[in-house]
């Protein structure tokens, strides 16, 4: 079974400045993808970017971007310039080849706080 | 692009009774839906997949007689709990996606409270 950690239950980072999730994943497949999504407040899931394994460039959205280290399984985010817009539970996701990447495998969330 | 809705938001419901939860692809059609479960400051458990017309797969460890799913058109799921008991009481969310992506759209999540 494919598993994902996050090590981080909870981090803080003062508005305007950067902070880092991290993200492992064990697989032995070759053909996946990777995800990261945020959750406020309200519950609602919200992508914020994703990277495909066979891509070495790392994506980029706006503030968000990753460092996808595919050697060692790992995936981490890093959010620049914090707002407080970007307090929320963030989860990474893998989904592969094998489940006709349907089936995401969730990691437990790192709570992210901004503080003003 | 790529809304996905459900209803209701929140339900409270007596021991013993059924509830529905619907989920709907509002700006795109959904040949997959998935239906997951939240406890409070957990993860994601995904309990079901299921494709338009066809049976749903279910997880291992989820009654397939007590969550009912059906995805009667490419736009609409539908998770049905029957004889809902406390230990029922959860957040469930439930995701769409289409061929063209491996990307996973989620609906907002129903609060489910059974007393």
């Known amino acids: 079974a494919q598993t994902v950690t996050q090590s981080q239950p909870e981090m803080s980072v003062q508005e305007a400045e950067t902070v880092t999730l991290s993200c492992t994943y064990d697989t032995s497949e070759s053909n996946y993808y990777l995800f990261w999504y945020k959750q406020p407040p309200s519950r609602q899931m919200i992508l914020v970017i994703h990277q495909e394994a066979y891509k070495q460039q790392n994506a980029t959205e706006n503030r968000f971007s990753v460092n996808f280290q595919k050697a060692a399984k790992s995936f981490s985010l890093k959010i620049s310039d914090s707002q407080l817009g970007d307090t929320a539970m963030y989860f990474c996701a893998f989904t592969s080849r094998k489940y006709n990447f349907n089936k995401f495998y969730f990691g437990s969330g790192t709570k992210l706080n901004v503080k003003p | ?115």
């Open chain 2, 1 to 115: 692009g790529a809304v996905v809705s459900q209803h209701p938001s929140r339900v409270i419901c007596k021991s013993g009774t059924s509830v529905k939860i619907e989920c709907r692809s509002l700006d795109f059609q959904a040949t997959t839906m998935f239906w997951y479960r939240q406890f409070p400051k957990k993860s994601l458990m995904l309990m079901a997949t299921s494709n338009e017309g066809s049976k749903a797969t279910y997880e291992q460890g989820v009654e397939k007689d007590k969550f009912l799913i059906n995805h009667a058109s490419l736009t609409l799921s539908t998770l049905t709990v029957t004889s809902a008991h406390p230990e029922d009481s959860s957040f469930y969310i439930c995701s769409a996606s289409h061929g063209s992506t491996d990307t996973q759209y989620f609906g907002p999540g129903t609060r489910l409270t059974v007393l």
